[in-house]
């Protein structure tokens, strides 16, 4: 019963492994798991050849970005890079799924949307200034802007009968909350959730709306 008590000690005990952290400017990247909500648009049915409302769902993906930013008091300002890629799943138009395998007409289907986008993002933390900390969780807010490409293919036997590849910009934005540990004054990791998500585009039929985990690390510098 002794080791719990010595862990929770180390934990708490910020004598010796707390921080305060270091204003000014940082650099950092991130990582982390996502998934991009089903997306609904209008299809040729590939059976009856007339317009329809098809649903893609998506396979997971993963995210990335760098970024840097400016830390003063509880805020921190910052500029992001993000990208990411993912494939579709399936198409459900009516009761016919169809996904990357044959199903019982022959059809599948192949493609993904992909966004490179630039954003803006500020952020409070939730500590109390000039005081040694460990754990600092925060919000934050982002605004800017994506390119969007959708690809979306379907074949007959692995013929393609019916192909899709547009490529818009739009405006994206994400909500923000996560939690940093300070291993020094000037470094940190920490985890996050961000809801991204920009309207629906007429050029592209579509919106995108993007869930994500991230792991991030970041290095502040003078």
Known sequence: MKVPFVLALLLFNCAGFCAIPQEGWYVG????????????????????????????????????????GYRVDKFRFEAQGIYNQSSF?????????????????????????????????????????????????????????????????????????????????????????GISFFATDNQSVGIDYRYMSTPRHQRLDSSVSVQAINFFANLSFN
Do not use: W
């Not at 609904?40 to 990335?64: D, Q």
């Not at 807010?141 to 393609?160: C, D, E, P, W």
């Open 29 to 68: 990247f991130l990582v982390g798991p996502a998934l991009v909500s089903n997306l609904h648009f209008n299809v040729t049915n590939p059976l009856l050849g007339i317009p329809t409302t098809g649903k893609l769902t998506y396979n997971p993906s993963v995210n990335g970005d760098v970024h840097i």
């Open 89 to 177: 799943k399936s198409l459900d138009l009516g009761n016919i799924e169809i996904s990357a395998d044959d199903n019982l007409y022959g059809l599948n289907m192949s493609g993904h949307t992909r966004f490179i986008s630039g954003m803006i993002n500020a952020y409070y933390e939730f500590y109390r200034e000039e005081a040694e900390v460990r754990l600092v969780p925060y919000i934050g807010l982002g605004a800017g802007v994506a390119s969007v490409q959708n690809i979306f293919n379907l074949s007959h036997r692995h013929t393609i009968f019916y192909a899709r590849n547009d490529t818009a910009y739009a405006p994206m934005g994400q909500g923000i909350a």
